[in-house]
């Protein structure tokens, strides 16, 4: 099994920056890629940006460029760096991993982390 834990959430003021964390645990080995994904008031969850075991990312085409993301394989971490954040990026902000259990592919979602952008 695989759990995941984000944190970093909080109140930025619009143009500011933020970094949030996702700390994978259990069966490490088995995760074959990570990503974040956002959910705002009223809409939809969605995909932000991804990396593969092998270091692969991917973005939401219209956020490339204001974040990154990244890892720390010793600390079996995944960070989100968030630059220039506008209004429109208040969401909750989830972590997910995907990992295989023998033949299965799973994915496993933490409970979410609030930003707030916001003068």
């Known amino acids: 099994q695989v759990q995941v834990v984000e944190s970093g959430g909080g109140l930025v003021q619009p143009g500011g920056s933020l970094r949030l964390s996702c700390a994978a645990s259990g069966n490490i080995s088995s995760i074959y890629a990570m990503g974040w994904y956002r959910q705002a008031p009223g809409k939809e969850r969605e995909r932000v940006a991804g990396?593969?075991?092998?270091?692969?990312?991917d973005y939401a085409g219209s956020l490339k460029g204001r974040f990154t993301i990244s890892r720390d394989n010793a600390k079996n971490t995944v960070y989100l760096q968030m630059n220039s954040l506008q209004p429109e990026d208040t969401a909750v902000y989830y972590c997910s991993a995907g990992y295989s259990v023998g033949p299965r592919y799973l994915e496993v979602w933490g409970q979410g982390t609030l930003v707030t952008v916001s003068s």
């Open positions: 990396i593969s075991s092998g270091g692969s990312t």
